[in-house]
């Protein structure tokens, strides 16, 4: 079962993160490193953020529309049927 999204995600909530001294690795809500978010908004895979004020965020329609078609896209490739899980 998938946790349910928030409805604004910042930016280290959305990917994973490795530990850096003191502080532990995080993982977001994609299993995806900076780097590779970058990539995809600018290939249209992944939404781009939106400002919202001072900070650039994501809307949690979009990221659960992205996990809901990447999740259609394994099934597919795997050959399963979208189904409950």
Do not use: C
């Not at 994973?16 to 970058?38: M, Q, S, V, W």
């Not at 529309?65 to 259609?72: F, I, K, N, T, Y």
């Amino acid at each position: 079962m998938i946790a349910p999204i928030p409805a604004i995600i910042r930016f280290r909530e959305l990917v994973n993160h490795p530990a850096k001294g003191d502080k532990p690795a995080t993982r977001g809500i994609l299993p995806i490193g900076h780097a590779a978010l970058y990539k995809g908004m600018a290939a249209g895979i992944y939404p781009k953020p939106v400002q919202m004020g001072g900070l650039k965020v994501w809307l949690g329609s979009d990221i659960a529309a992205l996990v809901e078609r990447l999740q259609a896209d394994s099934d597919a490739v795997n050959g399963r049927s979208g189904g409950a899980r």
